[in-house]
């Protein structure tokens, strides 16, 4: 599944929440289809041309599937920390870095 939103301080931005695959049908590029599935409908029916999203460093699967994503639309990708570890109360919790990719141009 995907799940995402329209950020309504930014029309033209989605932001991607969660993207997730079935351990038994990892490996065979769903996620890749999911998100480019999500962000041409989007872009479609909205007008997005920017995709955010939030990736901890240790979460290397969603970091080369977003980079993965960058490349294919021929977009740059900016990343910057969004939280810091110290804005986790619940114990111990890597960074989250804001991926930014765009502008986005059709599907690859």
Same mark, same amino acid.
């Given at each position: 599944?995907?799940?995402?939103?329209?950020?309504?301080?930014?029309?033209?931005?989605?932001?991607?929440?969660?993207?997730?695959?079935?351990?038994?049908?990892?490996?065979?590029?769903?996620?890749?289809?999911?998100?480019?599935?999500?962000?041409? =409908?989007? !872009? +479609?029916?909205?007008?997005?041309?920017?995709? &955010? *999203?939030?990736?901890? %460093? #240790?979460?290397?699967?969603?970091?080369?599937?977003?980079?993965?994503?960058?490349?294919? =639309?021929? !977009? +740059?990708?900016?990343?910057?920390?969004?939280? &810091? *570890?110290?804005?986790? %109360? #619940?114990?111990?919790?890597?960074?989250?870095?804001?991926?930014?990719?765009?502008?986005?141009?059709?599907?690859?």
């Amino acid at each position: 599944f995907i799940t995402g939103y329209v950020r309504p301080d930014s029309p033209d931005t989605l932001l991607v929440w969660q993207v997730a695959v079935d351990g038994t049908y990892r490996g065979r590029g769903l996620a890749a289809t999911l998100v480019d599935g999500l962000a041409d =409908r989007v !872009a +479609r029916e909205r007008g997005i041309t920017i995709l &955010e *999203t939030t990736i901890s %460093p #240790d979460n290397t699967a969603s970091q080369r599937l977003f980079t993965s994503f960058a490349e294919r =639309r021929g !977009a +740059r990708l900016e990343r910057e920390v969004l939280f &810091e *570890t110290a804005v986790f %109360p #619940d114990g111990p919790h890597e960074p989250e870095v804001l991926y930014r990719i765009g502008p986005l141009s059709a599907g690859g």
